[in-house]
T-cell receptor
């Protein structure tokens, strides 16, 4: 069965500093990988996705993520965070086949310090 | 382009009652997935509908059921509500049925069971 681990429950970063959110997945083949962001009381917004090809993917709002097969990781990065980036971030994996939907991690709560 | 919409926004029900939640998919999308997000957790896949048929199902009991209509809108029905059913219910639409994981989420319905 596929699974996702986000080791950091909370992360605090100063505004303007760089950010890296960790994600490890478990899946038997090459997965589809996603990062979503959720603001309080809101649904999920897709930040970026990896299906195949270039292992460094660019997303919206200046985010990027790198797929590392050897480490089963898909970490999210941003060079300089803004106060508006404060939110809950979810990593998700989907297997080829479709019937299992997306499997999400428990999320990382990002706090931005002024 | 119209995004995913869900109704109602909030709902309070009593244990043992039944509830119906509604979702309108993004324009042009023919697949709808439902997720349950308990407080402080990541979303969990309930089931997916494609061309009006259940396409896949997560680890949820049969009292969770759904429908998809010819216009691709969808309903989630939960019978015999339990206190643990209190959660944010998210609907996501996508294009392409099986294998299509680029899912776009609605704002959710907050269900409280007392």
């Amino acid at each position: 069965a596929q699974s996702v681990t986000q080791p950091d429950i909370h992360i605090t970063v100063s505004e303007g500093a760089s950010l890296e959110l960790r994600c490890n997945y478990s899946y038997g083949a090459t997965p589809y990988l996603f990062w979503y962001v959720q603001s309080p009381g809101q649904g999920l917004q897709l930040l970026l996705k990896y299906f195949s090809g270039d292992t460094l993917v660019q997303g919206i709002k200046g985010f990027e993520a790198e797929f590392k097969r050897s480490q089963s990781s898909f970490n999210l990065r941003k060079p300089s965070v803004h106060w508006s980036d404060a939110a809950e971030y979810f990593c998700a994996v989907g297997g080829r086949g479709g019937a299992d939907g997306l499997t999400f991690g428990k999320g990382t709560h990002l706090i931005i310090q002024p | 382009e119209t995004g995913v919409t869900q109704s109602p926004t909030h709902l309070i029900k009593t244990r043992g009652q039944q509830v119906t939640l509604r979702c309108s998919s993004q324009s042009g999308h023919n697949t709808v997935s439902w997720y349950q997000q308990a407080l402080g957790q990541g979303p969990q896949f309930i089931f997916q509908y494609y061309r009006e048929e259940e396409n896949g199902r997560g680890n949820f009991p049969p009292r969770f059921s759904g429908l998809q209509f010819p216009n691709y809108s969808s309903e989630l029905n939960v019978n015999a509500l339990e206190l643990d059913d209190s959660a944010l219910y998210l609907c996501a639409s996508s294009l392409g049925g099986i294998g299509s994981y680029e899912q776009y989420f609605g704002p959710g319905t907050r269900l409280t069971v007392t």
